[in-house]
């Protein structure tokens, strides 16, 4: 792995000069509320009270908040719940199990986030920036190039509102628990890497610090920015990693992942296997099935040769049948296709799966976010 110093493109960096989310609990750790309340002449307890409603009690209405003196409520409120998104719309899909939300944030720029209830668990995709950057052209999300980051507090809170849904009974199945989450909906989580490492942080912190989830059920994934891939392994929260390696070589790669003329094949998987050496965490290698142009039996080989050089029982194939996008010439694989390649990957000794897409009639799936209203 070379370690000459690469410079990051200039997409990650956030837009300056913009006006800035709303500042809301989510954003602060428990100490920094206290703080806040302090300065805005509250009392200091009052912070960790308001945390509890929204971490561990999941109440939205103040009228709920009964512990809070009814005079003092309204300044509580404003200071540390502003509204952070609107709602514009749900679609649900797979009878009421698979739910997506398209929000407003307050500048007006749009995101979605996914809610999916298994039988043994449910899972929130959520959106890390809206729009995106790396223009992968196989992706609904990249055509139209990044709007901004989201803030910690914008990231977190689709996950709150969908433990609160989950809790309250709103998703097909009855109340449960929200147990998993995915940075898979809209962005690259690693472009934003301060407010997402954030939102890591806050969702894995106890309550009433936080949603209290444990780290390996938060799954972050990536196209493969190499020198972040490395601080999240050095950060000691154990989440998972997917990357979204989508082809062996590199001559493909650079195609469907473009940041690839930046990292090689080569340095992410490095990159990836130094993450599964400091976590113990396996990694999950993204890799969506395109009819005739990464599903050959050839870079079926080439795959499991390329990830069993770097040593045995450290990564996971997820194999994700392409959701296919309105105006790409990309398609899906046959089924026969995908079942030689699995076959390939297994016969290399690398576990694989083929993932359960769901929701792709309402473009919930993989790659369809594109937050279009209308
Ligand atoms: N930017 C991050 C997070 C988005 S995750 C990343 O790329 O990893 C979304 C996952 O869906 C990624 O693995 C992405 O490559 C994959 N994906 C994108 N478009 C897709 C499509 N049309 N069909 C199937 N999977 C797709």
């Not at 298994?118 to 920036?129: G, K, N, W």
């Not at 890591?200 to 493969?224: F, K, M, Y």
Request: glycine residues 8%; hydrophobic residues 40%.
């Amino acid at each position: 792995m070379s370690d000459a110093p690469k410079t990051l493109p200039l997409v990650m960096d956030a837009p300056r000069g913009r006006a800035k989310p709303p500042r809301h609990l989510a954003d602060l750790t428990l100490a920094e509320r206290q703080d806040a309340a302090k300065a805005a002449g509250l009392q200091g307890f009052r912070a960790k009270q308001i945390s509890v409603h929204y971490f561990e009690r999941l109440v939205h209405d103040p009228e709920q908040m009964t512990d809070l003196p009814s005079a003092q409520r309204a300044e509580l409120v404003s200071t540390f719940l502003p509204d952070l998104m609107t709602s514009l719309r749900t679609q649900s899909a797979d009878a009421g199990t698979t739910v997506k939300t398209l929000w407003k944030l307050f500048d007006g720029s749009l995101v979605e986030s996914v809610l999916m209830r298994y039988s043994d668990r449910a899972t929130i995709c959520i959106s890390s920036q809206a729009g995106c950057g790396m223009a992968c052209p196989f992706c609904a999300t990249g055509q139209g190039g990044l709007q901004r980051n989201m803030s910690t507090a914008e990231i977190v809170h689709q996950v709150v509102v969908g433990a609160r849904a989950m809790a309250n009974g709103d998703v097909a199945g009855g109340p449960g628990r929200l147990s998993n989450v995915v940075f898979m909906g809209m962005g690259e989580p690693l472009a934003n890497y301060r407010a997402v490492m954030g939102a890591v942080r806050r969702l894995t912190d106890p309550a009433p610090e936080g949603l209290g989830l444990s780290a390996r059920h938060v799954t972050v994934s990536t196209v493969g920015l190499v020198p972040r891939i490395k601080q999240l392994a050095d950060e000691g929260i154990p989440v998972t990693l997917a990357l979204s390696l989508h082809a062996p070589d590199d001559e493909l790669r650079n195609e469907l992942v473009p940041i690839n003329n930046r990292f090689s094949v080569a340095e992410t998987v490095d990159a990836a296997r130094y993450y599964f050496d400091q976590t113990g965490r396996r990694v999950s290698i993204e890799y969506a099935m395109m009819r005739d142009i990464n599903d050959q039996a050839h870079r079926a080989d080439l795959l499991a040769e390329v990830l069993n050089e770097r040593g045995r029982g450290w990564v996971h194939v997820n194999l994700i049948p392409l959701n296919e996008v309105r105006g790409s010439k990309y398609t899906r694989s046959r089924d026969e296709d995908m079942d030689e390649f699995v076959r390939r990957l297994e016969a290399g000794g690398i576990s694989t799966t083929i993932r359960d897409t769901r929701g792709d009639e309402i473009d919930a799936a993989c790659g369809q976010l594109a937050a279009v209203e209308g």
